[in-house]
């Protein structure tokens, strides 16, 4: 019986030295860093395809969207950005080497997705695209050799501002609130706080608004975190006018005596506007539910909150 056990453990020793000796003669894909150029000097990162164009530039103050306009780029994109693309690396090995397979895999220069990575006087252009698989496809700009790289550049990061762009326009925390005032089409009011809570006022009443209420807190939130991700640059006249008798006017006072004013105008049925401080060069396109915030009437402010 030991002699049989003896020889199965043989065998087996036998049979996983095999295994480790065809897994270290295996050939090894090689891989390779898909930017080459040091991360920490990266300057400028220029996105384009058939259609649209995207150039984001890196100042003092970080990430800037650079175009009609100049905007906070989105700092969780751009990082998405560096992890999935300067980070990334591809196998050396090439899907295809030849000029017909530009056609082939939808790297000719009309269809794909352009991208340039430059580092001072140093930059990298890459194209990209996706014939519906799990990988993209890329190439050099001056190559026809294709590659696949081991992440979804094609879908993810197109050149779109709205994809690129900080969207926060107000970000105001309670602690910095003195108070809200607020006009609308069925009433005014004005919300007050001190060291003793909010308070609510208009011409008919006044009482403290009970801790968490439901209105309050839903105001409070969209002024910590007020992004829009749609705006207008090149609005016309009949735009601008509907701000002649807003749907609603807000106006936040801060502890450190500055103003924010905002004002809302219907857009159609489905999206409303927004200024802010009446710039009338930008804009921003929000929700109607944005505007039924604070537009409550004063027995939201009542209610005590739900647990």
Do not use: C
């Amino acid at each position: 019986m030991k002699k049989n056990r003896l020889i199965l453990l043989v065998i087996l020793l036998i049979l996983m030295g095999i295994y480790v000796f065809l897994t270290l003669k295996k050939p090894q894909e090689k891989d390779a860093d898909l930017i080459k150029l040091n991360p920490d000097r990266i300057d400028m990162i220029e996105i384009w395809d058939e259609y649209d164009t995207v150039k984001l530039v890196k100042s003092d103050k970080g990430w800037e969207v650079h175009g009609v306009l100049v905007w906070d780029a989105d700092s969780l994109i751009v990082n998405s950005f560096f992890a999935d693309v300067v980070a990334a690396k591809y196998p050396i090995s090439p899907v295809s080497n030849t000029p017909e397979g530009l056609k082939r895999y939808s790297l000719e220069d009309h269809e794909a997705l352009h991208i340039r990575i430059s580092a001072g006087k140093q930059s990298t252009h890459l194209l990209f695209s996706n014939l519906g698989k799990a990988w993209d496809y890329f190439r050099f700009a001056d190559q026809t050799e294709i590659y696949q790289v081991k992440s979804k550049v094609f879908s993810m990061y197109f050149p779109e501002m709205s994809r690129w762009r900080n969207p926060l326009i107000l970000r105001i925390m309670e602690e910095e609130l003195e108070s809200i005032e607020v006009k609308h089409l069925l009433n005014s009011y004005v919300l007050t706080q001190d060291s003793s809570g909010w308070k609510f006022k208009d011409s008919r009443q006044e009482f403290d608004v009970l801790f968490n209420n439901y209105a309050l807190t839903k105001i409070i939130s969209i002024l910590q975190h007020f992004s829009s991700y749609i705006l207008d640059t090149d609005q016309n006249e009949d735009m601008i006018r509907k701000f002649d008798e807003p749907i609603a006017t807000v106006w936040i006072k801060t502890t450190d005596k500055k103003t924010t004013k905002i004002s809302f105008a219907r857009f159609d049925e489905n999206t409303s506007m927004m200024v802010k401080d009446d710039d009338f060069s930008i804009i921003h396109h929000v929700s109607h539910d944005t505007i039924n915030r604070f537009t409550r009437a004063p027995q939201a402010f009542q209610e005590a909150p739900f647990f």
